[in-house]
């Protein structure tokens, strides 16, 4: 099994910075993608950042220069850190990861929990 934990998610005033980090545990071979996503009460799902393997990202139009997705393969975790932080930004962070299982070698896509981040005007 794999487990991912995110963490670093609080209140924060508009203009503020937070860093996420999501951290994967368990029977991990190799992971390709990380990614992080978020959910507004009310609203769906939507891409934040997602970081290849090799290294290329991908954000949202929304925190395009304010957002950066970094990873350190060798704690596998993925972070994300964010400044100039606005309301619209309140939401569920969430985090996944595209895992190569020791015993099987199969790709899976596992999420954590999740973990608020809210920003007050």
């Known amino acids: 099994q794999v487990q991912l934990v995110e963490s670093g998610g609080g209140l924060v005033q508009a203009g503020g910075s937070l860093r996420l980090s999501c951290a994967a545990s368990g029977s991990i071979f190799s992971i ?3 990614g992080w996503y978020r959910q507004a009460p009310g609203k769906q799902r939507e891409l934040v950042a997602a970081d290849t393997s090799g290294g290329v990202a991908d954000y949202a139009d929304s925190v395009k220069g304010r957002f950066t997705i970094s ?3 060798a704690k ?4 994300l850190q ?4 606005k309301p619209e ?3 569920v962070y969430s ?3 595209d ?3 020791r015993d099987s070698g199969s790709y899976y896509r596992y999420w954590g929990r ?6 007050s005007a």
């Open 95 to 97: 985090c996944n990861a």
């Open 71 to 73: 990873r350190d393969n």
């Open 76 to 79: 596998n975790t993925v972070y």
């Open 89 to 91: 930004d309140t939401a």
């Open 114 to 119: 999740g973990t608020q981040v809210t920003v």
């Open 82 to 85: 964010m400044i100039s932080l």
């Open 32 to 34: 390709n993608r990380m």
């Open 99 to 101: 895992v190569q299982v």
